[in-house]
């Protein structure tokens, strides 16, 4: 077993029971004089040699509903998260910085921003920001950037909260083992209403200056015969029309998108983790990486580095846990067990792990409009709009803002694209990490889709792409994405709920489990999904 070693990890004295309730760090907090952390997100530091009944490994979609129904059948749970618990507002006043200014709280790791759009008139826009445990990592792979939220939220800390249930004809090409009559009966339902999913006001959308650049979309979309869809979101939208009344802090309509929202998204702190809290059975310990995870008699021993926010580890630490769920993201519980797998940890993991990675065929590309069609200088941070061409096209596009601040007669789209091909994790021994073959060049496809769309769109209305948005004459960013899927797919790494092939009482319930690609934005998907999981293992596994 690893020894703890260095400053952090002790449990500031606080008994097992205190940390398994969540009030540790409250009481380490204040003795430290350190800002008093709101109630919201309250966090913890778990004791090195502690054991807890079931440890989850990230505080994303997946944990967050495997926290709360563990908790609400009576099991205690804690979880890990290597991010911060960003619930403690900066010397500004703010928890996150804004899109236009990003500082320090930013990027996870980075001395210089890694903007997924990164360049404006040709010229970058990237700059230097002191290294910190920032809230967007932008991980790069050989082939491909793989943005992820980092933090106790995961991705919901980060993304631009569009909720999106998949057309139910489009489902059994997304989880073709899973029964569609319960996903669309019960669990996208449940995972809908959990979130706080609703759809913008119509009328306001009609009138608010913020949304000029989606009617513009919309009046290209329907001109050129496609089908225009509203898109629901968790932002509070009476918030967002008391922002535009002046009645209360600005958030989407400040450009807060991509380095965190300070007011108005229910990201996960304000939902599942809330609730997961209220039960006292949970809680969390921000700063821990999770580095290993073995077999220890019946139970599994978990190595987590406690990190500083300058990234140093502070301290290493091993717990024991009876079961163990994987929900550190597509990325991070695939790169976790091919490690495990390969350096003989979890020997028994079966060869599907690592295997069918997708990044949901994302592609990006900005418009040019002619002046006639300003897309306005104000301009809502939260998408609520996209462009449906899945079915003869394979490209469903978001109507993405561009909240630069100043008026840029440009239309700007993420698209979710039918991609076919799928990448695979493998352990490089000699380098001691993880790797990723996809290839840029893969993304041809999607541009294709892509195209289906946008030169249709062009050829009605008479404009042409911007080259100035991914670099010099560049016109398709196709260098990322935001939507990392698969792994560790259901039914191939696992069975048929989660469980992993091998190890009893190890599970993945995050993104790892969908097979590349949900045909849209992927994130209630991966929350309803959770639910029908864990439904079935609390049933059979833990009565
Ligand atoms: P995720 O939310 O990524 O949570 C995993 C957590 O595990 C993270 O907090 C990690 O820090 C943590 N972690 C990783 N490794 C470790 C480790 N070794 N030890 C401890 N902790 C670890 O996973 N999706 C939508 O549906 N709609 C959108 O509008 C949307 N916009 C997006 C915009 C951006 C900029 C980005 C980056 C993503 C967006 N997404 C969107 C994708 C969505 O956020 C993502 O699919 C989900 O967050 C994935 O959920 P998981 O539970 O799989």
């Known amino acids: 077993m690893i020894k703890e070693t260095g400053r952090g990890g002790a449990s500031n004295g606080l008994t097992r029971r205190g940390f398994i309730t969540g009030t540790g760090s409250i009481l380490g907090a204040a003795t430290l004089g350190m800002p008093r952390a709101s109630a919201r997100t309250r ?5 090195h040699g502690a054991h807890v009944p079931v440890l989850v490994i990230g505080t994303g979609y997946g944990g967050a509903v495997a926290a709360l129904r563990l908790a609400q059948a009576g099991v205690p749970v804690h979880l890990l998260e290597m991010g911060m618990a960003w619930d403690t507002p900066g010397p500004d006043g703010r928890i996150f910085c804004n899109t236009r200014s990003p500082d320090h709280r930013a990027y996870w790791l980075r001395t210089r921003t890694k903007a997924p759009l990164n360049y404006f008139l040709g010229s970058s826009i990237d700059r230097d920001v002191t290294r910190h445990t920032g809230v967007l990592d932008a991980e790069e792979f050989g082939g491909i950037i793989v943005y992820q939220g980092r933090g106790v939220g995961g991705g919901s800390l980060v993304n631009g909260g569009m909720a999106v249930t998949p057309r139910r004809e489009n489902f059994a090409g997304i989880l073709p083992s899973v029964n569609a009559d319960e996903m669309y009966g019960v669990y996208y339902p449940r995972a809908n209403a959990e979130l706080g999913v609703s759809a913008v006001d119509p009328a306001w959308f009609d009138a608010t200056p913020y949304y000029q650049y989606a009617r513009v979309g919309r009046k290209h979309a329907q001109r050129s015969g496609f089908r225009f869809t509203f898109v629901p979101d968790v932002y509070d939208w009476d918030y967002m029309k008391r922002e535009e009344a002046g009645t209360v802090p600005k958030s989407a309509l400040a450009a807060e998108i991509l380095y965190g929202n300070n007011h108005g998204k229910r990201s996960l702190q304000q939902t599942y983790l809330a609730r997961a809290r209220a039960t006292g059975r949970v809680a969390i310990s921000p700063l821990h990486r999770v580095t290993a995870v073995v077999p220890d008699g019946a139970r599994y021993a978990v190595t987590a580095e406690q990190l500083d926010t300058a990234g140093n580890v502070t301290a290493t630490k091993t717990v024991t846990a009876d ?3 994987f929900a550190a993201g597509s990325v991070g519980t695939s790169k976790l ?5 390969a350096t003989g940890a979890l020997p028994r993991l079966n060869d599907e792990v690592g ?3 997708g990044d949901n065929g994302n592609v990006m590309c900005g418009r040019a409009n002619h002046m006639w069609d300003a897309t306005g200088a104000r301009q809502s941070a939260i998408p609520c709009a996209g462009i449906d061409n899945w079915a003869a096209g394979g490209a469903f596009a978001e109507v993405a803002p561009l909240p630069v601040g100043i008026e840029t007669y440009a239309s700007f789209y993420l698209s979710i694209t039918r991609n076919p091909h799928r990448a695979r994790f493998s352990w490089n021994a000699a380098a001691g990490r993880v790797e ?10 999607s541009i294709d889709m892509a195209k289906t769309i946008f030169d249709k769109i062009n050829a009605t209305e008479g404009t042409i792409y911007r080259t100035d948005l991914f670099g010099v004459y560049k016109i398709w960013g196709d260098h990322l994405t935001y939507h990392p899927l698969g792994g560790a797919v259901l039914n191939r790494a696992t069975d048929g709920h989660g469980r992993l092939h091998g190890h009893p009482g190890l599970y993945v319930i995050d993104g790892a489990l969908i097979p590349g690609n949900t045909t849209v934005n992927p994130f209630v998907t991966i929350t309803a999904l959770a639910e029908r999981n864990i439904e079935k293992i609390i049933a ?3 009565r």
């Not at 966090?43 to 004791?47: G, L």
């Not at 067990?337 to 797998?341: E, Q, T």
């Not at 990723?436 to 496809?445: N, Y």
Request: proline share 3%.
């Open 43 to 47: 966090a913890a530091s778990i004791a």
């Open 323 to 325: 079961r163990v769920f």
């Open 337 to 341: 067990l091919v490690k495990l797998r």
């Open 355 to 357: 295997r069918g990675w």
């Open 436 to 445: 990723l073959d996809w290839q840029t060049a893969w993304k041809q496809p």
């Open 540 to 542: 059979t596994d833990l």
